[in-house]
């Protein structure tokens, strides 16, 4: 609740008024958009989750190894490059996860 805080005049005295909001046509619209979203819109998306997510795997998982594998290729030509005194001294290695 926001409040209002009144100095009197060369007083050490402070006082604080609380003020009600009135209910607002836009408060009423986010509710009702936030009721819409999760009893209509919120079960759809998670049905489709269920439907498609053990989908993946079979149709997208050979792209997920070829871009790891790029990826760190790429990440340790980054570190050879950017830091040449760790490949001389330690010879740095990868080790996959």
Partial sequence: MPTKTII???SPLVHTVTTRRLPLFSDFLRELLRFVVLVFIRP?????RAVFSPLYKPLFGWL???L?????ENFEKDIKQNLPW???SM???LFPI
């Fill in 8 to 10: 009197l005049n060369h």
């Fill in 44 to 48: 759809v998306l998670l049905a489709l």
């Fill in 64 to 66: 997920d190894g070829r």
């Fill in 68 to 72: 790891l594998s790029k990826d760190e």
């Fill in 86 to 88: 760790l490949s001389k």
């Fill in 91 to 93: 010879e740095p290695r």
